[in-house]
């Protein structure tokens, strides 16, 4: 037989290899992140019919080449272009990640791990992110618990939809800011009822309130520094649906600034309604009204020299004709006393504001001065009625038809103002002092106490109008609070970092997804489904993995790598492999007709 017919058929074989390659890469032109591969050729054995010889000066005749017929062609190398690049895929799902640069995905079947460009990610019935094509669960690396940052440990499957991550967990308001503008004339703060900033805030269930402060002016003038103060009260606390949850003049004083007991001068005059009250002329603990009937008896209100419980109910005789008993509550008779003073529904103020009393010895002198409120005056009156000597202990009530009050107290904090610059001066006289804290700990419930940052606030002229507000949190928004939040989003980060987006306005990291980066990516061994799997000669993957981005690389979302098969290519490769199929073929159509014509020879 001829050598040419076996270089022929050998040459046949290696073609219709290339031809399987080529098929093989057309087929997957749409493959999600398929790699195209390529094969070379090598010759086989050559026959040696006469060695090399060299040249002999003996004869004078010169060397000769080796005599060789080469024996024909075989597959050489088939080599993945794993290192070249797919084009990107627009998707719009961004669970669809795609990676630039040379790592591969690392993914789980439970028991082994396999490597992947293919980032065609879902989020499986367990939360878990896994391939969409077999399910293989996609590792990384978690979150420490204690650092809240990613742990480089050995990979893992990446649950980022576990029941503990679909919500993120409330948290009590810490910190507030107040700034704004208090202009001195604006009506509201010169009113009694003083300029209202509200406060939304969170408990630690994640319940939301809203806090009523009131700013007041005070009448004194501005001392000798310049500084101008004013009153911030704590009126009231709503809950969400808008119930009182506290009130200042129903729940009494409940220190909540830490600095009860503080007076503010304001100037002001008490006028009895004398068309329809009387203080009893003998007894200046009965309160009549215009037909003489007693409508309040201070004395009743009182249990060893103190205000009994306001909801404890008192009885008197009205003095009426006949003589009938009135039964009311200690509250309901402060009421009355205030409605008598003009005072109706604003009982507490009435209460609270301040009288310069004189005090005087046993001869009538007067010897010095005591500032007392109206609470502790009309105590006074209903616990020594028969006995008005006024003491420093033992001031009661007027009982003139008008008297001056020379201020008021409160629960609550004094703000300083700067009256040539109109800049914040300090709180409770205390210049370097820019912050207050509400002590809401004190009311009980789920309450956390909140420091408010004042150093915010103005005095300046604004037509009139101040601009003063309240916001939860600092300047970095740090202690703001929040309610429950539940997951509405998850987005995936350049680097791989997985993070989790809630309706309260937080974020949390759920893990990061993990790479392999191989020595030589090309000795990876393809296993079916867009995987690979680590050889000898690729390079162990250590099980840790490395951040994509380490040496250049980073993914995108909402995109996947498309094959990087090269149609053009692969078409004229598929001209030259036909053609050299029919030639080899050729090769064998030759060598049989000279086989042919050597078995004629015997004819």
Known sequence: MMRSLFSGVAGLKTHQTKMDVIG??????????????????????????????????????????????????????????????????????????????????????????????????????????????????????????????????????????????????????????????????????????????????????????????????????????????????????????????????????????????????IAGKLTLDNKNYAWDAANDALLKDKDGKVVADLSQIINNGALRDRDEEVTWNDGGTPAATVTATVQEVLDTVAKAYGYEGSTEDFLNLVYTSDITDANGTVTDTAQLTVLQMLVNSGSNAANPTTTAANAHFPTADSFETSGRRFDGTIVAFDGKTGKFAGIQ????????????????????????????????????????????????????????????????????????????????LLGQIATAAFANASGLQKSGDNLYSATLNSGEFDGIGVNVTANGGYMSTGQLEMSNVDLSAEFTEMITTQRGFQANSRIITVSDTLLEELTNLKR
């Open 24 to 265: 093989n890469n057309i087929a997957n032109v749409n493959t999600t992140a398929f790699k195209s591969s390529s094969i070379v050729f090598s010759e086989l054995m050559s026959q040696t019919t006469q060695r090399a010889s060299g040249a002999n000066a003996t004869t004078g005749t010169g060397g000769t080449n080796a005599r060789q017929i080469g024996l024909g062609v075989k597959s050489g190398a088939i080599n993945v272009n794993i290192a070249g690049q797919g084009s990107s895929q627009s998707t719009g799902n961004p669970f669809d990640i795609m990676i630039t640069g040379d790592n591969f995905f690392v993914v789980n079947n439970g028991t082994e791990n396999f490597f992947t460009r293919d980032g065609s990610f879902y989020v499986d019935g367990a939360g878990n992110l896994a391939m969409t094509s077999t399910g293989y669960n996609v590792m990384g690396w978690q979150v420490d618990d204690e650092t809240g940052d990613i742990k480089q440990d050995t990979v893992a499957a990446l649950r980022i939809m576990s029941a503990v991550n679909m919500t993120y967990p409330p948290e009590a308001t810490t910190q507030a800011v107040m700034d704004g503008i208090i202009d001195k004339n604006d009506k509201d703060v010169t009113s009694k009822n003083g300029k209202v900033v509200n406060l939304n805030f969170f408990d630690a269930l994640g319940y939301a309130y809203t806090a009523k402060f009131v700013f007041r002016k005070s009448d004194a003038p501005a001392d000798s520094g310049g500084v101008n103060n004013y009153s911030l009260e704590l009126d009231r606390i709503l809950d969400s649906t808008g119930e009182v949850v506290y009130s200042a003049s129903a729940d009494g004083a409940a220190n909540i600034f830490g600095t009860a007991g503080n007076s503010q001068t």
């Open 429 to 508: 006289g205390q210049e370097t002092v820019t912050t207050a804290v509400m002590n809401l700990s004190a009311l009980g419930g789920n309450f956390a106490d909140i420091t408010v940052d004042l150093s915010g606030l103005g005095m300046y002229d604004n037509k009139g109008t101040s601009t003063a507000a309240a916001t939860s949190g600092d300047e970095d928004g740090l202690g703001m609070g929040r309610r429950l939040g539940d997951m509405i989003g998850v987005s995936i980060q350049q680097d791989g970092r997985i993070y989790a987006s809630y309706d309260n306005g937080m974020t949390r």
